[in-house]
């Protein structure tokens, strides 16, 4: 049973900076594709970033590109998600997610990330203006 954990969420300024961490557990975690994804209120689940298992790999989306980095540490099981730059429209749910069979691809025509197996329970995110 794989288990994600989400953590780092909080109410920040726009502007300011917020670091969610996910906590994985359950399987082998250095084969996984990682990602964030986010729902504001009213409205449908975005991509925002994820990371490939070595790390060398990364997609985002195009709402936070520069603004935002995904990274991962295999030996804490963990990804990360860096938000810099906060604005008031990335005031949301965030969400992790994991890939574990290697299904997942990235469709760029939709700036969408498909085929994540598992999700965690998500963390507010609430940027003020």
């Known amino acids: 049973q794989v288990q994600l954990v989400e953590s780092g969420g909080g109410l920040v300024q726009a502007g300011g900076s917020l670091r969610l961490s996910c906590a994985a557990s359950g399987r082998t975690f250095t084969t996984w594709t990682m990602g964030w994804f986010r729902q504001a209120p009213g409205k449908g689940r975005e991509f925002v970033a994820a990371?490939?298992?070595?790390?060398?790999?990364?997609y985002y989306a195009d709402s936070v590109k520069g603004r935002f980095t995904i990274s991962r540490d295999n030996a804490k099981n963990t990804v990360y998600l860096q938000m810099n730059s906060l604005k008031p429209e990335d005031t949301a749910v965030y969400y992790c997610a994991v890939d574990d069979d290697g299904s997942s691809w990235y469709a760029p025509d939709r700036d969408y990330y498909y085929g994540m197996d598992y999700w965690g329970k998500g963390t507010l995110v609430t940027v003020s203006s």
């Open positions: 990371i490939d298992w070595s790390g060398s790999s990364t």
